[in-house]
């Protein structure tokens, strides 16, 4: 039963809910069922994901159609983690329970004996609950000391000591794998989980039993377990064992955004932005992020983190609000100079190869020029900058700052005459306030001096164009 409303359903015991007419479907059928639907529908059923559409998607949707388990290999930063946690949305929005049951099993299945005596005894008066699909989501970041007792659970000390025989099956605390017990479960880099744990998770994967301490237990667990991991050959941490591997039904490559405006979707979308950041400042870092990723002098095994790029564009933001709040302008805006700072913050989130010791600085500094002058070029083509060029060779200069303000600025610009090149500028930019003019200005300079037509000095966060 798909719930349209954000209400509870109102059925409370099991007889009436037998009367509202509810159906029991597996997991796997709920899913699929609620991702044809929305295909149908015309629906996105992954909101938030960029550059997937042509790739990864359709091999997720069709291992879900499937009944797959499924897990994402890809670099950091490529998504995977909000991939997988996107996939609740494909759960019916409520779902009922029954109350007070340790695995959350359906009324019309119990499955603990505890649950199947309650079933018994009570018959069409077993009270129910309502559970809502965010609660049917279960995640955890494997680390080395996981233990099988956090994934499938281990004997109770206490229910023993309350005199329960050490075999019955009520000593057993449960873990995290049987209480998602028709939900979806998440391990986050699956490959550092020890291999003693990922032998533990195999009977669960397959035959959908419980082994601990030598006890079996029959549990036809319904669970979604869905994994991420970095490539093997990168980590070196551990790797994921074959007939763990061999259990899930599909083994999905992810990978950065293949296009600019996937990479700036992606970036404008996660940034947590404290200023205002133009769309031509954010370019620069979304190519900046690109050309890391091509170049030979970083480490591409350890990849380059969408999340430099949302750093870079978030501390862009905070140097603009820092020079608005000291100097009071009336409004913060990102300009070219604000992207100084980058190359110093972020450094250290990238891997250099190690022939590039003490190069690092030199290396980031040539690619965001490059990914400047690759800026410049897309927008400003076509505008004849000769008599900005020409002010400049008759000595006007033009200073800028981290602590100039746009006004500053747009007052020290040299007089064109009747030219409307200034206009020309910040209009193929959208530029409509002073600060987002400024922008627009700094980055045509910056450009000129990118292609030796002007000079710059620049030092102390301070730039001198002429």
């Known amino acids: 039963m798909t719930s349209t409303s954000s209400d509870v359903p109102t059925p409370r015991t099991l007889g009436q809910l037998r009367a509202s007419g509810h159906r029991l479907r597996t ?29 990864v998607i359709p091999q997720l949707e069709r291992a879900l159609i499937a009944g797959h388990d499924i897990v994402l290999l890809g670099e950091r930063g490529q998504g995977k983690t909000r991939l997988l946690r996107t996939l609740v949305g494909l759960l019916d929005e409520w779902t009922p329970v029954i109350t007070g049951a340790e695995l959350g099993e359906h009324p019309y299945d119990p ?17 129910i609950e309502w559970r809502h699909r965010s609660e049917r989501y279960a995640e955890k970041l494997a680390t080395p000391d996981t ?41 986050n ?23 601990i301490r030598g006890y079996v237990l029959r549990l036809p667990l319904d669970v979604l377990v869905v994994a991420s991991a970095n490539p093997e050959d990168y980590t070196n941490r551990g790797r994921i064992i074959t007939p763990l591997k061999d259990r899930f039904g599909a083994e999905i490559r992810t990978h950065y ?64 609000l820092h020079r608005a709040t000291r100097r009071g302008e009336p409004e913060a805006v990102a300009r070219v100079i604000d992207l100084d700072t980058v190359v ?29 002058a690759a800026t410049v070029r897309e927008h400003f083509r076509g505008i004849d900058m000769g008599l900005l060029v020409s002010a400049m060779e008759k000595g006007h200069t033009v200073s800028t700052g981290a602590q100039v303000t746009a006004e500053e600025f747009l007052s020290g610009l040299p007089s064109l005459g009747e030219s409307e090149l200034y206009d020309q500028i910040t209009g193929r930019l959208g530029a409509h306030s002073p600060g987002e003019a400024a922008s627009a200005i700094e980055l045509a300079l910056e450009g000129l001096f990118l292609a030796r037509r002007i000079g710059k000095e620049s030092g102390g966060g301070e730039a001198v164009y002429g």
């Open 147 to 187: 233990s099988v007792a956090d994934l499938i659970g281990d004997v109770d000390p206490m229910k023993v000591a309350e005199g329960r025989h050490l075999g019955d099956p009520e000593t057993i605390h449960f873990g995290l794998i049987p209480r998602s017990h028709r939900g979806i479960v998440a391990i």
């Open 111 to 127: 499955i603990t004996p505890q649950s199947r005596r309650a079933v018994a005894e009570q018959g069409d008066d077993l009270p």
């Open 189 to 211: 880099e699956l490959p550092d989980l020890a291999e003693r744990i990922q032998v533990a998770m195999l009977n669960v994967m397959e035959e959908r039993d419980i082994q």
């Open 344 to 372: 110093d913050v972020l450094r250290g989130k990238i891997e250099f190869e190690s022939g590039e010791e003490g190069r690092e600085v030199e290396i980031l500094t040539h690619l965001l020029r490059t990914a400047l």
């Open 27 to 55: 997991l796997r059928e709920e899913v699929r069922d609620n991702l044809l639907a929305m295909l149908r529908a015309g629906e996105n059923p992954w909101a938030g994901l960029h550059g997937f559409q042509d790739t």
């Open 257 to 320: 955004p293949t296009s600019l405006e996937s990479e700036m979707a992606v970036v404008r979308q996660e940034a947590r932005l404290v200023a205002e950041v133009p769309d031509h400042v954010l370019e620069v870092m979304a190519r900046f992020t690109r050309a890391l990723r091509e170049s030979g002098a970083v480490d591409q095994r350890s990849g380059v983190s969408a999340r430099f790029a949302i750093a870079g564009v978030e501390t862009v933001a905070a140097s603009a």
